[in-house]
């Protein structure tokens, strides 16, 4: 599994890049390098739903950027300097990342060894998935079927994210106040 | 475990850009960053060594080797919702800049008013 831990590192820096280059675009990119490396990630993680999932989604995210970045402005003004606003975040984050690390350490502790899962609830939606579902993938019957409300209140969560998308981009003024010339 | 802490600590990164950063787009990199690592880590949980897919490809196969399904079928949907949540926020970005003409987030506390 070595390839797995030279993909975390390379997602680790990629991330470094993203927070910290002047560029937008570039900093958009190297996200694109981040989830493109969660996609091979999941393949090597025998999970090619998500992969696949997640090379779509990455795609799109990069364009979304890409996009939104080309149309405003893609230099970052904020950049460098010492601001003394920026200091009670910091060591606010400081104390939370060590806490956070700390319990995820001792929570860690609890769960099997990474490679060992439970799967007491897996166990037979597995026995129990080709014959109840028709399904031979067991990770759709479980989405569509076993835990189909589940994925229901998901959709809906999608829908009114894209409903606020389209609101918010609508180009149409309000009726009666086209004081904003646009319309 | 090493692969889990790796993953904690991608998802601390995605944290500092969100709670330092003052540009409204590297905020939202942020996001995306912690995303990511939250479903990778769902991943992580459910890997088995030695394991396969759980796809069962012929009757009579042996499925005791299979990686844990639960936690792939839980991100399969974040992935999708993480993509909707992440246009709203590029929209409404969008829109902030053409009215205050900045992505810097005390500039625009100042146009306020």
Redesign the interface.
């Known amino acids: ?1 070595i390839e ?2 030279v993909l ?2 390379a ?2 820096i990629a ?2 890049v ?2 910290e280059i002047k560029d ?1 675009l570039a ?2 990119v190297a ?1 694109g390098i ?2 493109f490396s ?1 996609a091979i ?2 393949i090597l ?6 992969a696949i ?2 090379i779509v ?1 990455e795609t ?2 990069v364009v ?2 890409a996009a ?2 080309l ?3 893609n230099s ?4 460098g300097g010492f601001r003394r ?2 200091v009670l ?2 060591v ?2 400081v104390g ?2 060590l806490l ?2 700390l319990v ?2 001792q929570a ?1 502790a609890g ?1 099997p ?5 439970t ?1 007491l ?2 166990r037979e ?3 129990l ?2 014959e109840r579902t028709g399904a ?4 759709a019957a ?2 569509l079927d076993f ?1 189909g409300y ?2 229901l209140g ?2 809906t ?2 829908f009114t ?2 409903v ?2 389209l609101t ?2 609508r180009r149409a003024g309000r009726k009666g106040q086209g004081a904003e010339g646009r319309g | 475990m090493i692969a889990l802490f790796a993953c904690l600590l991608l998802l601390l990164i995605g944290l500092y850009a969100v709670v330092t950063k003052r540009n409204i787009i590297r905020i939202i990199i942020g996001f995306s960053l912690v995303e990511y690592a939250v479903n990778l880590f769902f991943a992580l949980v459910g890997f088995k060594h030695n394991g396969i897919p759980p796809i069962i490809t012929h009757l009579g196969q042996s499925r005791s080797n299979f990686v844990d399904p639960v936690p792939q079928a839980l991100v399969l949907t974040a992935i999708v919702i993480g993509l909707a949540t992440t246009a709203l926020m590029l929209a409404l970005a969008m829109r902030i800049y053409e009215k205050y003409r900045t992505f810097d987030i005390t500039e625009i506390r100042r146009l306020k008013g």
């Open positions: 599994m797995l831990y975390l590192a997602m680790i991330a470094l993203a927070i937008l900093a958009a996200l981040v989830g969660v990630m999941f993680l025998q999970a090619p739903d998500l999932v997640q989604v799109l995210t979304f950027f939104v970045i149309r405003t402005t970052d003004t904020t950049v606003e920026l975040p910091t606010v984050y939370f990342g956070f690390l995820a350490g860690m769960l060894g990474f490679g060992n899962p799967m609830v897996a939606y597995i026995a998935g080709l031979g993938n067991v990770v479980i989405i835990r589940d994925t998901e959709v969560v999608l994210a894209v606020g998308v918010i981009m």
